[in-house]
């Protein structure tokens, strides 16, 4: 089999894994607090941002943001998925029906995106932060919720879940994606048929500063420079006083 049919075959496959994911009491929660709160952040969303919501679902990440004051024509979604896409359209948002890691968006498009519960979907995680490095410009931010590994309901057995890994792999590609990054977590406990299951999300808040848009190699040069061109991407973007201690390649 050559590796153009066996790449299309695999990306059959994978797109036949797709489902939509059900309306939910936590994520409807989730969104009513956490997005009040990441709007009011200095490096959250502002109002003038051109704002992308990658894994959009039926766009109720996009409808917080709409009641938060932002406005509609700012917003772009994109999902997979016929029921989601006519959801969100419905609603008058503009929805792309695309695989977030092979997309048709513009380069250097984007001011800020939204990644909540989508990037564990990947089949190729790299590639896809590479994506997200191509579409948005230099200092755009991006917001990326995640569950994490070895979760009480094993969530990396799940269908259409390859890359629920830890802050470790995450943030290591972040880095070599272009990205410096800051993380934490939700320590939450979701109930399932009256049973508790522990269930911690891993939230990131990363930053895009290297241009990585050639597809340069990330070898031991590029590991070894990280830390200068990290600082330059934050001078670039007019944060002159940044030092050395500010932006640690150890993210532990």
Not at 208 to 232: C, G, H, T, V, W
């Amino acid at each position: 089999m050559k590796n153009e049919e066996k790449f299309k075959k695999f990306t059959e496959m994978v797109s036949q894994e797709i489902y939509s994911e059900p309306d939910s009491e936590l994520h409807t929660k989730l969104i009513n607090e956490i997005f009040p709160a990441l709007v009011k952040r200095p490096d959250g969303p502002k109002k003038t941002d051109k704002i992308i919501d990658i894994g959009c679902g039926p766009g109720l990440v996009m409808d917080k943001l709409v009641e938060l004051g932002h406005p509609k024509e700012n917003l772009v979604g994109l999902t997979k998925g016929k029921s989601d896409t006519e959801r969100a359209t419905a609603k008058g948002y503009r929805v792309v029906d695309e695989d977030m890691t092979f997309t048709s968006f513009e380069d250097n498009e984007f001011d800020f995106a939204i990644v909540r519960h989508c990037l564990e979907h990947s089949t190729m995680p790299y590639l896809t932060l590479l994506e997200f490095n191509r579409i948005l410009k230099k200092g755009a931010r991006v917001y990326i919720e995640m569950p994490q590994p070895g979760g009480d309901r094993k969530l990396e057995h799940m269908v259409n879940h390859y890359s629920v890994m830890n802050v470790v792999q995450w943030g290591s590609l972040l880095l070599r994606a272009g990205f410096d990054y800051t993380t934490g977590v939700y320590d939450l406990t979701v109930n399932i048929k009256e049973k508790p299951y522990k269930e911690p999300y891993d939230w990131y808040m990363a930053i895009k500063l290297i241009e990585r848009q050639d597809f340069s190699p990330a070898d031991s040069k590029y590991m070894a420079d990280l830390q200068k061109n990290l600082i330059q991407g934050r001078k670039d973007i007019g944060d002159i006083d940044v030092k050395a201690e500010e932006i640690p390649i150890d993210k532990k």
